[in-house]
C-alpha cells in the first residue's frame, strides 16, 4: 500500500480527495506541515481555497517543498494546487512555489467566473497521468484562473471553451489537474490510480 499525503490549507473540505485516494488503495494523512514529508511516497495539493492564503499556509514549509521535489517525490496539484506550482498568480500578490516557470491568468470575463462544469480533455502529448485515458473524455472544472506556462511542452492536454486553457500539466515529477480528478467520475480514477502507480516507483 502506497501512504501518501495531503497538504490541508485550511480553506475547505477535501474529503471527496482523500475517499478517491484511499478508494484506490493509499494510505493517506492529511497534513498542515511538510517538514515531513520525505515519510511519503507522494504529495497532494487540493484545488480549495484562495492563491494568497494558500502560499501564507505553505511559506513555513516552502524549503520543505523544494526537498520534496528535488527528491523526485511525485506532486499532485489540483487547480489552485496547480497554479501556486507557478512563478506568480493574478489572483494574489504573494510569489507562488516557483518549480515551473509561468503565471496564472484570470479567464477572460466573456466567461461567467468562476468556470463551473464539464469540459472534454484534447490530448496533445503523451503523460504518465493520462494512460489509459481517452482524447475526449470529460472532467469536470470548477475555477476562474488558468495557468500560462512560459514553456508550451509541459501542456499534455487542454480544454477548449473558445480558448485553450491547459488542463493536465507534467514536467518530471510534477503533475497538474486544473479540473478536480476527484469530481471527475471514472476518468478521475483513472489519473488517481496512474499518480499512485507514479507514487509506488
Given at each position: 500500500m502506497v501512504k501518501?499525503?495531503?497538504?490541508?490549507?485550511?480553506?475547505g473540505n477535501?474529503f471527496?480527495l482523500?475517499?478517491s485516494?484511499?478508494?484506490?488503495?493509499?494510505?493517506?494523512?492529511?497534513?498542515?506541515?511538510?517538514?515531513?514529508?520525505?515519510?511519503y511516497?507522494?504529495l497532494?495539493l487540493?484545488?480549495v481555497?484562495?492563491?494568497?492564503?494558500?502560499?501564507?499556509?505553505l511559506?513555513?514549509?516552502?524549503?520543505?517543498?523544494?526537498d520534496?521535489?528535488?527528491?523526485q517525490?511525485?506532486?499532485?496539484g489540483?487547480c489552485l494546487?496547480m497554479?501556486?506550482f507557478?512563478?506568480?498568480s493574478?489572483e494574489?500578490?504573494e510569489?507562488?512555489?516557483?518549480v515551473l516557470?509561468?503565471?496564472?491568468?484570470?479567464?477572460?470575463?466573456?466567461?461567467?467566473?468562476?468556470?463551473?462544469?464539464?469540459n472534454?480533455?484534447?490530448i496533445?502529448?503523451?503523460s504518465?497521468?493520462?494512460e489509459?485515458?481517452k482524447?475526449?473524455?470529460?472532467?469536470?472544472f470548477?475555477?476562474?484562473?488558468?495557468?500560462?506556462?512560459k514553456?508550451?511542452?509541459?501542456?499534455k492536454?487542454?480544454s477548449?471553451?473558445?480558448?485553450?486553457?491547459p488542463?493536465?500539466?507534467?514536467?518530471?515529477?510534477?503533475?497538474?489537474?486544473q479540473?478536480?480528478p476527484?469530481?471527475?467520475?471514472?476518468?478521475g480514477?483513472i489519473?488517481?490510480?496512474n499518480?499512485?502507480?507514479?507514487?509506488?516507483?
Amino acid at each position: 500500500m502506497v501512504k501518501v499525503a495531503i497538504f490541508d490549507y485550511g480553506a475547505g473540505n477535501i474529503f471527496s480527495l482523500k475517499s478517491s485516494l484511499e478508494k484506490n488503495d493509499a494510505e493517506v494523512d492529511v497534513i498542515t506541515d511538510l517538514n515531513h514529508g520525505s515519510n511519503y511516497s507522494g504529495l497532494l495539493l487540493p484545488g480549495v481555497g484562495n492563491f494568497d492564503p494558500a502560499i501564507h499556509s505553505l511559506n513555513s514549509s516552502k524549503k520543505a517543498f523544494a526537498d520534496i521535489v528535488k527528491n523526485q517525490i511525485p506532486v499532485l496539484g489540483i487547480c489552485l494546487g496547480m497554479e501556486m506550482f507557478f512563478e506568480k498568480s493574478e489572483e494574489g500578490k504573494e510569489s507562488g512555489l516557483g518549480v515551473l516557470e509561468g503565471e496564472v491568468i484570470l479567464l477572460p470575463n466573456k466567461f461567467k467566473i468562476p468556470h463551473m462544469g464539464w469540459n472534454d480533455l484534447q490530448i496533445k502529448k503523451p503523460s504518465k497521468l493520462l494512460e489509459g485515458v481517452k482524447e475526449g473524455s470529460w472532467v469536470y472544472f470548477v475555477h476562474s484562473y488558468s495557468a500560462k506556462p512560459k514553456n508550451p511542452d509541459i501542456v499534455k492536454a487542454d480544454s477548449d471553451y473558445g480558448i485553450s486553457v491547459p488542463a493536465v500539466i507534467e514536467s518530471g515529477s510534477l503533475f497538474g489537474t486544473q479540473f478536480h480528478p476527484e469530481k471527475s467520475s471514472k476518468v478521475g480514477s483513472i489519473m488517481i490510480k496512474n499518480f499512485l502507480r507514479e507514487c509506488k516507483k
